[in-house]
């Protein structure tokens, strides 16, 4: 529910994405993923100094937007 909230959507009941959370253990650090539809969020901790976000789009139709894309 929370990782809805961050990216902008509020979770209901009939939402038929799929949705999911992993945590991973490497050498070089953790990974945290929070996956919702197309939009997907990874946390890197590497080496425990460096926290490294980075976010995946597959479709930018997931997000509102108010003006035309061209």
């Not at 990874?42 to 479709?59: H, P, S």
């Amino acid at each position: 529910d929370n990782s809805a909230t961050f990216l902008g959507r509020k979770l209901h009941g009939n939402y038929q994405d799929e949705m999911g959370n992993r945590f991973n253990t490497r050498i070089e650090g953790t990974r945290i993923q929070h996956t919702m539809g197309p939009v997907s969020i990874q946390m890197y901790d590497q080496f425990r100094l460096i926290l490294r976000i980075e976010t995946t789009v597959v479709n930018v139709s997931f997000f509102k937007h108010y003006r035309e894309v061209e």
